[in-house]
T-cell receptor
Framework: EPEVTQTPSHQVTQMGQEVILRCVPI?????FYWYRQILGQKVEFLVS????????KSEIFDDQFSVERPDGSNFTLKIRSTKLEDSAMYFC???????????????FGPGTRLTVL | AQSVSQHNHHVILSEAASLELGCNYS??????LFWYVQYPGQHLQLLLK??????LVKGIKGFEAEFIKSKFSFNLRKPSVQWSDTAEYFC?????????????FGRGTSLIVHP
């Protein structure tokens, strides 16, 4: 069964450094998402992406965040200057269709645990 | 903005006990409702979803959920839990905002089932 994959599984970085989290969505999916989950807290929506542009973003997704689909398979989340509070598990997800009234099912990757020191 | 509340943060049961996990959302418009499960060391997986029609939805592994619109609730149930149901359970809502759907997750409920 096709899966969403994410690399690395764990990233440790120094405060102020840039990090890029990578995701490979399911190949025939068109919509891509990033979520984060700070330890002990709920899963929070960051951004959705379709047709090479951002569809929706939350208040969390400020100017230090960016997303990109650099080629036909990867979907990346960049954090320009990491802060301590960026430490979290970051989940990528993809779905076939999203803007339908049914809001299609999202398939999640295993997550990347980001630790900012 | 919509929000999702999961009232039980930690639930501990013995095998064969019945399970009900509460989920309430705050949004008056059209919503799509989901329950996801995250087994230890694994990624989020869809248990079941409700879009329209019969408010009683059956999912995988014997789980079901009932959408009660008047109560803004979508509680998850299982008549008899197993040790393998030990996991984190997340309720999620896709609510319409403009022309798009914004997904919102609850905080999750940690379920431990003792053999």
């Amino acid at each position: 069964e096709p899966e969403v994959t994410q690399t690395p599984s764990h990233q440790v970085t120094q405060m102020g450094q840039e990090v890029i989290l990578r995701c490979v969505p399911i190949s025939n999916h068109l919509y891509f998402y990033w979520y984060r989950q700070i330890l002990g807290q709920k899963v929070e929506f960051l951004v959705s992406f379709y047709n090479n542009e951002i569809s929706e973003k939350s208040e969390i997704f400020d100017d230090q965040f960016s997303v990109e689909r650099p080629d036909g398979s990867n979907f990346t989340l960049k954090i320009r200057s990491t802060k301590l509070e960026d430490s979290a598990m970051y989940f990528c997800a993809s779905s076939e269709i999203w803007t339908s009234p049914t809001g299609d099912t999202q398939y999640f990757g295993p997550g990347t645990r980001l630790t900012v020191l | 903005a919509q929000s999702v509340s999961q009232h039980n943060h930690h639930v501990i049961l013995s095998e064969a006990a019945s399970l009900e996990l509460g989920c309430n959302y705050s949004y008056g418009g059209t919503v799509n409702l989901f329950w996801y499960v995250q087994y230890p060391g694994q990624h989020l997986q869809l248990l079941l979803k409700y879009f329209s029609g019969d408010p009683l939805v059956k999912g995988i592994k014997g789980f079901e959920a009932e959408f009660i619109k008047s109560k803004f609730s979508f509680n998850l149930r299982k008549p008899s839990v197993q040790w393998s149901d030990t996991a984190e359970y997340f309720c999620a809502v896709n609510a319409q905002s403009g022309g798009s759907y914004i997904p919102t997750f609850g905080r999750g409920t940690s379920l431990i089932v003792h053999p």
